[in-house]
């Protein structure tokens, strides 16, 4: 134990503060499922299954899912709800590392900016579809050049006429581009224009509904996450049964399924596969952790894993279906391949599938389910992100005021998105923010507005697909595999299972060991390296590229995000005493103050941390104090036991 973080532990233990948990038994399985099943389901995952094998991609999907996704997801989910802290504080198993959870919250808040302004745009298309006939139906608009073309005028006579798409421009497209964004009045990223004022009150509108949702912490959200996580699936549903009746809908089924097993020899589809599981899941972002530690000790997460992540991959699977049963029926009406009408990301959201929509009856209602889906999918992912950044900076502020009392020479350095960024600053400064927990959420939401303004420009489409090429990057891969080295080697393996046993009664199979050891980190290091090998220069819609300045800015704020490990290093290595090798050791203990965050929960070998603890056996003093001896207890005799025949035999 570092004995620098002795007099805060016991500070803690004398002044708790109620930090709250989660209020009802599906609140944090829904969470979990909202937090993980978002946007990337609906446009990425049915266009990277087409383009990497169709039928054949879901071979290594499901082996990458087992091999990195489920491993890290438990691990993450174990951490928190054993510790009861954010992803700031949870670093008290290894203060040295602190610097992981500030490169977490680094990113987080970037990513945080950028996606609310998709769920900004959202928002736009939303009550744009409040009409009786969509603005992005038919060509003749204000924005409308010579070169668009809409598909009510492609069939002529009483047969079809092939016409020559090469040259012309779909309204959809046209709306998207010179009415949403009017990104013709922009030359590039380093020429923002002005503020387009519609989308900047759809990004207020968004950040209002996410400080809304966080208002009362995990009381409110996860009250609301039973509709934002479940109504999703309503609407995809109906989605799916009405894209499979449309005619033609086979030839995007077909296209979408058709396996191409040639392609698994090659080493890109199983990276794309990995890369679905690693940023689908939103291992690393702090959420998954945020989630976990607002649970009770006990809590069955092992079961939750496996629901939450086959869950996530069926989702997946489901939501291609129904994007490619509607991009088949469109195919067939255009008279044109699948893949000529194919994309991904906002170009599937925002161009494709608005356009699909003007073809069918009601066109308006289908319009806007489907954004309403869209925004229900992305509120759960910002809305826990933030959290993460609240919790994380009342730890700093915590930190710094103890600094100043005590004059020591050391500072220590949307659901999901907002959820985490709160829980992990309220969890760093507990006595001073967790009583304005509202009012800091507030703050936090206030600046983020203000930081996204640029992204609301006439050129904030540049911005926005820096952001996302490079803000979650390699920067969280080292993020992940950092904490996953830290974990089993620095903490240590055999101590790691030992406190999963004590919170769930048993402990991790050799699958989970054997992953966690050896198969999870040389996958992600493979990832890493594969990533810096074939890095590409972003490039937006094909046509223009970023300037060098641009490049290197995007490539500062990956380094950036590492950085913070080794500035974390040092700012723990000089908080302690001694010689180097022995502050080093010391930064790299858990404090004294580390393990469960109720006394009741404090068995076995946590006992003896607790304030006040001077017992040889402070398991019999435990029992005395809380009486009886439940099933847990039992454990608890079992580790403490174990802990003494490992003294014995190092002895020896």
Known sequence: ???????????????????????????????????????????????????????????PYFIMLAICGIPIFFMELSLGQFSSLGPLAVWKISPLFKGVGMA????????????????????????ASLTNNLPWQYCGNWWNTDLCLDHHVMRTGNGAVPLNLSNTVSPSEEYWSRYVLHIQESSGIGDPGAIRWNLCLCLLLAWVIVYLCILKGVKSSGKVVYFTATFPYLILIML????????????????????????????????????????????????????????????????????????????SILAGFAIFSVLGYMSQELDVPVQEVAKAGPGLAFVVYPQAMTMLPLSPFWSFLFFFMLLTLGLDSQVRFSSVLGESFMGMFKCLVLWL???????????????????????????????????????????????????????????????????????????????????????????????????????????????????????????????????????YNGTYR??????????????????????????????????????????????MDWGPSLEENRTGMYVATLAGSQSPKPLMVHMRKYGGITSYENIAFQIDKEIEEEEEESIM
């Open 405 to 539: 009392y005590k004059r020591i020479y050391f500072v220590c350095a949307q659901f999901a998105f907002l959820e985490t960024i709160v829980t992990a600053v309220t969890d760093e400064f507990p006595y001073y923010l967790r009583p304005k927990k509202a009012f800091f959420s507030g703050v936090i939401c206030v600046t983020m507005f203000l930081m996204g303004l640029i992204l609301t420009t006439e050129g904030g489409m540049y911005w926005l697909v820096l952001l996302d090429d490079y803000s979650a990057g390699f920067g969280l891969m080292v993020v992940v595999i950092t904490t996953c080295l830290v974990v089993t080697r620095v903490y240590g393996m055999k101590r790691f299972c030992r406190d999963i046993h004590m919170m769930l009664g048993f402990k991790p199979g050799i699958y989970f060991k054997a992953c966690w050891l050896f198969l999870s980190p040389v996958t992600m290091m493979a990832l890493l390296v594969y990533s810096i090998i074939k890095y590409e220069p972003s490039e």
């Open 546 to 591: 970023f300037p060098f300045w641009a490049e290197a800015l995007g490539i500062l704020m990956g380094l950036f995000s590492c950085l913070m490990i080794p500035i974390g290093m040092v700012f723990a290595v000089f908080k302690e005493e001694g010689t180097l090798w022995q502050r080093i050791q010391q930064a790299s203990r858990p404090t």
């Open 1 to 59: 134990m570092t004995p620098s973080d002795q007099g805060d532990g016991d500070q803690q233990t004398q002044f708790p503060e109620d930090r709250g948990n989660w209020t009802g038994k599906l609140d944090f399985l829904l969470s979990c499922i909202g937090y993980c099943v978002g946007l990337g389901n609906v446009w990425r995952f049915p266009y990277r299954a087409y383009t990497n094998g169709g039928g054949a991609f879901l071979v």
């Open 104 to 127: 977490t919250i680094l990113i987080v808040s970037l990513v945080a900016i950028y996606y609310n302004m998709i769920i900004a745009y959202v928002l736009f298309y939303l009550f």
């Open 240 to 315: 799916l049964i009405r894209g499979v009746t449309l005619e033609g809908a086979w030839l995007g089924i077909k296209f979408y399924l058709t396996p191409q097993f040639d392609l698994l020899l090659s080493p890109k589809v199983w990276i794309e596969a990995a890369l679905q599981i690693f940023y689908s899941l939103g291992v690393g972002f702090g959420g998954l952790l945020t989630f976990a530690s607002y649970n009770t000790f006990h809590q069955n997460i092992y079961r939750d894993t496996f629901i939450v992540t086959v869950g996530n991959a069926i989702t």
